[in-house]
């Protein structure tokens, strides 16, 4: 499955209302280590089945960054049955990223 690009529009009906677990990735383009992050992420996305990848560009949709207490990025926040379940600070392997996912 693809990333999804995730805004205030689409929000509920691609978090909120999703089936399967999402993870969220809040960037901005300026940041080193979400250029670093953001590889992995698509990766996760491609191989990773019954999940559901959605990036937010926290300078683009800074009502979501802010709705998750973003203060640091890369922030990545799984979400199921439309709550947060858990939430990291920077960069992280690919294999503890997974084990957020479970």
Do not use: H
């Amino acid at each position: 499955m693809s990333v999804t690009v995730i805004t205030k529009d689409n929000f509920t009906q691609e978090v909120l209302a999703a089936k399967e677990p999402v993870l969220l990735d809040f960037w901005a383009s300026w940041c080193a280590p979400c250029r670093m992050l953001s590889p992995v992420v698509d990766q996760i996305a491609e191989e990773t089945v019954g999940i559901k990848v959605g990036k937010v560009n926290v300078d683009e949709q800074p009502e979501l960054a802010s709705k998750f207490g973003v203060m640091s990025i890369p922030t990545l926040v799984v979400m199921k049955d439309g709550k947060a379940v858990q939430q990291s600070v920077g960069v992280r392997p690919k294999a503890a990223i997974l084990d957020m996912l479970k």
